[in-house]
């Protein structure tokens, strides 16, 4: 299994209160349990693929309206 090896520090992202994380572009790492801007699809420290949608139901139909999503 891959484990975090400290990389993923370098590129934390600060929260600011009444913003949505994945609406300013930050991605999470599941392993880490951390928030990042980071360019690639997957972790620098642990190679899992970076979520970047909220798992909960009302949160992901809120993003998907800030980004003008359309199911066809």
Do not use: H
Request: with cysteine; hydrophobic share 30%.
């Amino acid at each position: 299994m891959n484990t975090c090896k400290g990389i993923c520090v370098r590129f934390k992202a600060k929260s600011y209160k009444g913003k949505n994380r994945y609406e300013m572009g930050q991605k999470c790492c599941t392993k880490c349990d951390i928030f990042m801007f980071y360019d690639d699809v997957r972790c620098p420290c642990c190679a899992c693929k970076l979520r970047i949608t909220p798992r909960g139901n009302k949160s992901r139909k809120k993003l998907q309206v800030i980004r003008n999503f359309i199911w066809i």
